[in-house]
């Protein structure tokens, strides 16, 4: 997580995983291993073909179009519901639930409504929902959200498995989506 788009990289990512698993290699289960993916439709149903036990990832943010457009500009290519029915089709094949990546945005992705349509999206797949309390950067309009115990809370009364990530390295802006170089002022004296 956090270099890139994995599967933009298909080929190299399949040898890595065959070298991490390997005995000769890393020896590493492949349930102890998540691929993080922003949604390449294509690209996870030729992964399913390969039937790994691994977790996949998907990074939503948002269970409607217009608004993960906003957030994820990739989603204008695919839409929420062509990426829905892939990962219905990843668990078919594989039946390997799928983690669903979601960054809890105040007054964005955080009301009601969405954990209600995110519910519907899930309904009847097994999956998990990873609520990621956004981390505060002082250069950006987007905020922690303020809801993310009620989101998980609407989740559940649907039966949807939602956690919180714990948040680590925020006190150093070291936490995910805070690693960048900030640029020091220098004043001439």
């Given at each position: 997580?956090?270099?890139?788009?994995?599967?933009?990289?298909?080929?190299t990512v399949l040898r890595f995983l065959s070298l991490v698993n390997s005995p000769d290699g890393l020896n590493i289960g492949m349930r102890h291993i998540s691929l993080s993916t922003c949604g390449l439709v294509e690209k996870i149903d030729k992964l399913a073909e390969h039937q790994l036990q691994l977790t996949l990832s998907v990074s939503l943010h948002a269970p409607?179009?217009?608004t993960r457009s906003k957030l994820m500009p990739v989603n204008r290519s695919v839409g929420v519901e062509k990426l829905f029915d892939t990962c219905r089709r990843y668990f078919e094949k594989t039946g390997r639930r799928i983690s669903y990546e979601y960054a809890m945005v105040d007054g964005v992705n955080d009301s009601d409504w969405q954990a209600d349509l995110l519910a519907s999206h899930l309904k009847g797949t097994p999956g998990h929902v990873n609520l990621i309390?956004?981390?505060?950067?002082?250069?950006?309009?987007l905020k922690p959200s303020r809801r993310v115990a009620q989101f998980q809370k609407r989740l559940e009364s649907h039966g949807i498995t939602a956690t919180v990530r714990r948040k680590l390295g925020g006190d150093i802006d070291a936490s995910c989506g805070q690693l960048r170089r900030k640029a020091m002022l220098h004043t001439d004296d």
């Open positions: 997580m956090g270099i890139g788009e994995p599967l933009d990289n298909f080929d409607d179009d217009e309390p956004l981390n505060h950067v002082a250069e950006s309009p």
